[in-house]
């Protein structure tokens, strides 16, 4: 009899990223607990990988704690030990900032930051039980850098960031905490309806990153299964930015 396969939860897993890093987490031979908000988004995508891999969707609300409590809850009873999480699940709202509601505000914060601080606080200590694991929280470059009428957004990546090293420190050795901040990627073909054209990108668009091209899911799905593995185990607390280097070029007007 085979040993049951190690556990990650996935939170938006259902389109963009998130979808991205389930499917390579099934090809590398995870049972893919995937959660979502959107339950029928979390349906179509659930049936699209089906015989993948052993996957689990659960509908979750990450910004509702008794709802991450029995999402956890509900993967704990799976067999095979909880080795990962994936907090991916963000949203963002683009609002002038004199005219951004504390609603909308307290919204995206609660989706994007607290979301992952709850899926911490209830799984870290099932991972631990379990024999440690690892934790990737999905920050931007939204955290360095931004456009007009982005605060709260920008304000819960870079919340993101300060939270991974303060896990880190709090949950090592046991469990180790990192984050990845990606830039312009191309999720455009990665949405919930898998019959979604891909956005028509243009040659400015590549050409203006220094690897010549805007990114795909898979990048950063690359990055995430490195980081959740044992390959990574002296690595924890850190940030990687995921961006063709666009953080580092210097721009100015001409």
Not at 13 to 20: E, P, V
Not at 96 to 111: F, G, H, Q
Not at 150 to 169: M, W
Not at 170 to 185: C, E, F, Q, T
Request: charged fraction near 25%; aromatic fraction near 4%.
């Amino acid at each position: 009899m085979t040993d049951p396969l190690p556990k990650v939860l996935v939170t938006g897993g259902a389109r963009g990223i998130g979808r991205g890093v389930c499917e390579r987490l099934l090809d590398d031979g995870w049972h893919v607990v995937m959660l979502d908000a959107d339950a029928t988004a979390l349906e179509t995508m659930a049936e699209r990988l089906a015989g993948r891999g052993m996957l689990t969707a659960v509908a979750c609300d990450v910004a509702d704690e008794a709802q991450v409590a029995a999402a956890v809850a509900r993967a704990d009873e799976l067999p095979g030990p909880l080795k990962g999480l994936v907090n991916n699940a963000g949203i963002m709202h683009r609002q002038p900032v004199t005219e951004l509601s504390l609603a909308d505000w307290r919204r995206v914060i609660d989706t994007n930051l607290t979301g992952a601080f709850l899926l911490a606080k209830h799984a870290a200590p099932v991972m631990r039980a379990d024999g440690g694991g690892a934790i990737v929280n999905m920050a931007s470059t939204r955290a360095h850098m931004s456009e007009p009428d982005t605060e709260s957004y920008a304000a819960s990546k870079g919340g993101l960031v300060a939270l991974t090293h303060a896990l880190a420190i709090s949950l090592g050795p046991d469990v180790r905490v990192n984050a990845v901040s990606p830039g312009w990627i191309d999720v455009s073909a990665w949405r919930a309806d898998p019959d979604a054209a891909p956005e028509d990108l243009t040659h400015e668009d590549h050409a203006q990153h220094p690897a010549g091209r805007v990114g795909r899911p898979e990048d950063v799905a690359e990055l995430v299964a490195y980081l959740l593995e044992d390959r990574s185990g002296f690595v924890t607390g850190s940030e990687f930015v995921i961006d063709s280097g666009m953080t580092r070029k210097m721009i100015y007007a001409e």
